[in-house]
């Protein structure tokens, strides 16, 4: 088969074990910059890749970056109307970034999560903590990423300070009821098709609540329950994904769905699980061709 890698690094952990195990399961492998790509709509669909038009692949994986969710999204998107078999369909990609657009698509499929309240203009801090409760609570920006844009208020006047900061520069977020019991930490499991085919508990530096490896944090591998995996095969289906990192909270009332990352880094999850992530990917793409 031939395989086009969507990203911007082709040296990052990700795309090179993606093209490694590819190449060495005989496929041949070609990593694009979706940022280089031109769109070409006229009587067919081109894109073409340094000026260069591309042959048509037989799946694109994507590898797309937060800051560049809408180019990427085109791209994908004008794959899609040629024909091309995609792990992330451009929907998905859009939909799973924005994260409460997210939540509200999760749960119409009743899947369970910490209560959240999204608004967009100002409010009171006593409207807050009618709906949400009493301090701490978790604040969030739509489209924040690896931990960065996600703050702990412990008390009303770090979240006044904090709503008043993104109201006045009309940023929109989130707000979010802190789950004492599982502060610091949180499950990643990865979904590849139709299974969880890793999983690890990432687990935050003393005195940081937020768990993901990009701020410090560690992990640990982790069997999960048959309700976590079926949580977070539900959750990548919501979004049509056939690869997904989905987040998962354990907490009292049971396991809560975070988020789902619609391009989740190989790195950690290969390391802390000891699983070959990578080969599921790529063995998944073989068994189930276009």
């Not at 395989?3 to 040296?11: A, G």
């Not at 067919?44 to 797309?64: E, G």
């Not at 939909?95 to 997210?102: C, G, I, P, T, V």
Request: proline share 3%; with cysteine; hydrophobic share 40%.
């Amino acid at each position: 088969m031939i395989i086009y890698v969507l990203s911007r690094f082709k040296d990052s952990y990700s795309t090179s074990r993606l093209k490694e195990e590819a190449v060495g399961l005989g496929h041949k492998v070609k990593v694009i910059d979706y940022m280089h790509c031109e769109l070409l709509i006229d009587k067919k669909f081109t894109v073409k890749y340094l000026n260069v038009p591309l042959k048509i692949p037989d799946v694109v994986i994507a590898r797309v970056g937060a800051s560049s969710t809408r180019q990427g999204a085109a791209v994908l998107k004008h794959f899609q109307c040629m024909g091309v078999r995609l792990l992330t369909t451009p929907e998905g990609l859009i939909q799973s970034r924005d994260k409460f657009l997210a939540m509200q698509l999760m749960k119409m499929e009743n899947l369970p999560m910490p209560k959240t309240l999204h608004f967009f203009t100002k409010t009171t801090f006593s409207n807050i903590q009618y709906e949400i409760g009493n301090p701490p609570f978790i604040i969030k920006l739509l489209e924040s990423t690896q931990g960065l844009g996600v703050f702990l208020a412990h008390n009303k006047t770090v979240a006044e300070k904090i709503f008043a900061t993104y109201m006045s520069s009309n940023e929109p977020f989130l707000v979010q009821e802190f789950i004492k019991e599982s502060s610091g930490k949180d499950i990643r499991a990865f979904v590849v098709g139709d299974d969880v085919v890793a999983s690890m508990e990432r687990v935050a530096l003393s005195g940081e609540f937020r768990s993901n490896l990009h701020r410090g944090g560690t992990a640990y591998k982790v069997e999960l329950t048959d309700e976590e995996r079926d949580i977070a095969i539900r959750a990548a289906n919501v979004f049509g994904l056939e690869i997904a990192g989905v987040d998962i909270l354990r907490s009292k009332k049971g396991p809560l769905l975070l988020e789902v990352n619609s391009s989740p880094g190989l790195e950690g999850i290969e390391k802390y699980s000891e699983v070959n992530v990578t080969e599921h990917i790529i063995k998944w793409i073989e068994q189930h061709g276009n």
